[in-house]
C-alpha cells in the first residue's frame, strides 16, 4: 500500500497559519467591540500613554497645561478616568490626542520607571519631552514598534514652526496606519492634516482629505479607528467650513 508523505515544512507552515487565523479573530473581536479597552492595549503591547496637543498659537491653556501628561494603561481604561480635569475651552474644537507607546529606548524605559512610582499619572517638562523624541530617533531598533505614534508626536510639535513638516508626518501616518493601536489616533491625523492644508492655502485638498476619511472611517462604529462623537462633529464642521470656501 503507497503511503503519503509529507514535507517536513508542513507542520510549521500549519502553525503560522493558525497563529494568523488567530490574530485575524482576535482583531475582528477588537473591531467588534467584543474584546475591552484594557485587553486591547495590553495585548497591543502599549506601556504607556502620552497626552499631546498641537504646539501653535490655537492651543488653549487647558490643553497645553495637559500636553506632556503620562499615563499607564490601568489608568487610562480605568472607569473614572478623564485626561483633563477641566473641558478644553478651544471653539473649534479639542484637538488632543493620546498616543499609546510601547517605550522600548532607555529615555521611554526611564519614564516607565518613573512612571510606576507616580502611580501612573505625570507629566513631562518640555526638555524630558524633546530628550525622549530625541533618544528615540537614536536607538531605532527599541523604537520601531512605535514609529507611527512618534510620527504622531513629532507632527503635534512640528505644526506652530514647521507646519510643512507636520504635513509630511501627517500624510504619512494616513497612508500606513494599518495596526490597531496606530488606527486609534488616525482620524486625529486626517483633521489636523485637513486643518494645516488649509492653512498653507490649500482648501480643495483640505476637503478631499475629510472626505476621504469619512469614507474610510465615518461608517465605523466600533473599535479602535472608529471616530468619537466629538471627531465627527469635528469633520462635519470642517467641511460646512471649507464647502462655501470652494464654492465662490
Known amino acids: 500500500m503507497t503511503s503519503i508523505e509529507f514535507p517536513d515544512i508542513l507542520p510549521y507552515l500549519f502553525a503560522i497559519l493558525c497563529l494568523t ?25 502599549v506601556r504607556l500613554f502620552l497626552h499631546a496637543t498641537p504646539n501653535d498659537v490655537l492651543a488653549c491653556m487647558v490643553c497645553r497645561e495637559m500636553t506632556g501628561m503620562v ?16 473641558p478644553c475651552i478651544n471653539p473649534n474644537g479639542c484637538r488632543c490626542v493620546m498616543l499609546g507607546l510601547y517605550g522600548g529606548w532607555p529615555e521611554a524605559k526611564r519614564v ?7 502611580n501612573g499619572s505625570m507629566r513631562l517638562t518640555d526638555e524630558e ?33 514647521e507646519p510643512a513638516v ?15 493601536r496606530d488606527r486609534a489616533f488616525v482620524v486625529s491625523a486626517y483633521l489636523r492634516l485637513s486643518d494645516l492644508l488649509e492653512r ?6 483640505a476637503l478631499a482629505i475629510l472626505e476621504r476619511c469619512q469614507h474610510d472611517y ?13 471627531q465627527r462633529a469635528m469633520l462635519e464642521k470642517r467641511k460646512a467650513h471649507l464647502t462655501p470656501i470652494l464654492a465662490r
Open 21 to 45: 487565523l488567530i490574530w485575524k479573530f482576535h482583531d475582528l473581536q477588537v473591531k467588534a467591540g467584543r474584546i475591552q479597552a484594557r485587553d486591547f492595549w495590553e495585548r497591543s503591547g
Open 71 to 86: 499615563f499607564s494603561p490601568a489608568v487610562v481604561t480605568s472607569k473614572k478616568f478623564t485626561p483633563q480635569e477641566r
Open 112 to 118: 516607565l520607571e518613573q512612571l510606576k512610582a507616580h
Open 129 to 161: 519631552l524633546r530628550g525622549l523624541l530625541e533618544g528615540s530617533q537614536h536607538t531605532r531598533a527599541g523604537a520601531t514598534a512605535d514609529r507611527l505614534s512618534l510620527r504622531m508626536l513629532l507632527a503635534i510639535r512640528a505644526e506652530g514652526n
Open 166 to 180: 507636520a504635513i509630511e508626518h501627517y500624510r504619512y501616518i494616513v497612508e500606513q496606519a494599518k495596526e490597531g
Open 200 to 205: 498653507i492655502g490649500q482648501p480643495d485638498e
Open 218 to 230: 465615518g461608517g465605523k462604529k466600533k473599535g479602535p479607528d472608529a471616530p468619537t462623537e466629538t
